[in-house]
């Protein structure tokens, strides 16, 4: 910075929008953090004119698998540093990725392991949800709530893949926890046996190509889990957030749940917007590129999703991206003799998560800028307790922004991608506005197609209390079915 100027970074001129409004002022930003907004703004020792361009705030994906082993057992293919290369050049300058526990596996030694391997290669700031799978009396008692003391606010649950799930026991255990401590629960709802029954059927039938994953991962098996994660959510009047929601049924679910109050919350992704069980059903081998779980489903999904997004049923638009390679080391761990059943599950889509619905939604006029916004950084950072240091442009925030140009026209192909997987299931298709400079805490991420951040500077981000969880702490029912009995005072 030079003496004279007042800035660090001012971006001039362009049209700024957040989750709840839009206007035009200048942003001055100073040791990455934004300190003014307003017209006429005094240089920056860098000076960026944002006219005819759209000054958003960085993304943040609160849904991506890096550098995990998967419930299957394979590695994704992204580590920390492609990862967050990939999700910087889309317009995104947070991610929440996963710190997995493996059962056996001790939750310190666990989080340490990832911070570590983050802290060495990460390009712009992170977050971990825990994924627990084994919550033994040491995780419950001691380990989750230094956790969540250290800034680690939220777990994801399996109730399916036999590596990773928890009975409904165990299931209320967690939900305990995290209401006494203060943590919001992501669960993932698909009935395990309803999916392995029909699985083993179609096996000894022979139908073992991709397409059958789609059948075995029948939208009834969502929708009952669903149900079932919102009963169990219910009886302990704890608030829940429903990942990757995928089809019509469990879109129904969720908004039935919300009609009574309940504190049910929801997120869905590209995948289940832009694809359907019929990009599975491709020849030979190929559909196994978009195997993932739950599966993409059919137009009406497609559109109950669209409307879920819409209208506020699902608050959360992220990109699950889970990377394997079109080959041996991920999607087929048995080559020319995979079966649906041993197929990597999971899609990448870091990179072009913004760009899909900026162009379909926005430019589409399905949805508003602002509402864009919120689904795609405001929410995510109201939910995971990062509001408001990051999810919008305010003085005080943390100067986490991508500049927008709603002209440019992309065809995404894998060529143009940064993450390490190899395809794209988007491949070919045309989207319009891309995020042309991508600003995370004051540096310039990306400018004319090239990294400027170096690797292993990206920043840790301590979490604090999810909104959902604080909200639930004044509106709760004491008297709620068990809570009058074992609340969180109680519990104390
Ligand atoms: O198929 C998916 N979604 N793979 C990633 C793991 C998960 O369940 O989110
Ligand atoms: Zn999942
Ligand atoms: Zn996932």
Request: charged residues 20%; negative net charge; contains cysteine.
């Amino acid at each position: 910075m030079t003496d004279t100027a007042a800035f660090d970074l001012t971006i001039r001129n362009g049209r700024v929008s957040t989750a709840n409004d839009t206007f035009h002022a200048d942003i001055g930003v100073r040791d990455g953090v934004i300190v003014a907004l307003g017209q006429g703004l005094p240089p920056g020792a860098r000076d960026i004119d944002a006219a005819g361009r759209w000054v958003l705030p960085g993304g943040i994906d609160s849904h991506c698998h890096v550098e995990q082993l998967s419930g299957m057992g394979i590695m994704c293919a992204d580590d920390f540093y492609s990862a967050t290369v990939s999700a910087a050049f889309g317009g995104t300058t947070t991610i929440i990725p996963f710190a997995a526990q493996h059962r056996g596996n001790a939750l310190p030694e666990v989080v340490a392991d990832y911070a570590r391997r983050a802290e060495e290669k990460a390009v712009i700031d992170y977050g971990f949800h825990l994924i627990l799978s084994d919550p033994t009396e040491q995780a419950l008692k001691h380990d989750l709530p230094e956790l969540i003391k250290n800034g680690i606010t939220s777990f994801k649950v399996f109730m399916t893949y036999d590596r990773l799930k928890l009975d409904d026991y165990q299931l209320l255990d967690v939900l305990e926890v995290a209401d006494r401590e203060g943590a919001l629960v992501m669960v993932h709802a698909e009935n395990n046996d309803m999916i392995r029954w029909v699985a083993r059927r179609l096996a000894e039938r022979g139908m073992t190509a991709p397409k059958y994953h789609a059948v075995a991962h029948t939208p009834l098996a969502e929708s009952e889990a669903t149900n079932r994660a919102v009963t169990l959510a219910r009886m302990m009047d704890v608030p829940i957030l429903i990942v990757h929601v995928a089809g019509l049924e469990a879109v129904r679910v969720v908004h039935s749940s919300q009609a009574l109050g309940l504190p049910i919350h929801a997120e869905s992704c590209p995948q289940y917007l832009f694809l359907t069980a019929d990009d599975i059903d491709a020849p030979g081998l190929e559909g196994a590129k978009f195997c993932c779980s739950p599966p993409p489903r059919d137009a009406a999904s497609q559109e109950a999703v669209w409307q879920g997004l819409i209208d506020g049923t699902l608050q959360i638009y992220s990109s699950d991206h889970a990377p394997y390679r079109f080959d041996a080391s991920g999607k087929l761990p048995k080559g020319d003799a995979t079966t649906f059943k041993d197929v990597a599950n999971g899609v990448p889509g870091l990179e072009v998560r913004m760009p899909l619905l900026f162009s379909e939604g926005v430019l589409g006029g399905r949805i508003s800028i602002e509402r864009f916004v919120a689904l795609t950084a405001a929410n995510h950072a109201r939910t995971y307790g990062l509001y408001p240091q990051k999810g919008t442009i305010a003085v005080g925030a943390d100067a986490d922004i991508a500049i927008w140009n709603p002209e440019r026209e992309v065809t995404i192909s894998t060529s143009m991608l940064h993450d390490n997987v190899g395809y794209t299931p988007y491949e070919g298709r045309t989207v319009r506005g891309w995020p042309e400079v991508v600003i995370s805490r004051g540096r310039i991420a990306i400018e004319n197609g090239q990294l400027h951040v170096e690797r292993g500077s990206g920043r840790f981000v301590k979490r604090g209390t999810p909104e959902p969880v604080l909200r639930q702490r004044l509106t709760g029912n004491p008297n709620a079915l068990v809570r009058k009995y074992f609340s969180a005072d109680s519990a104390a």
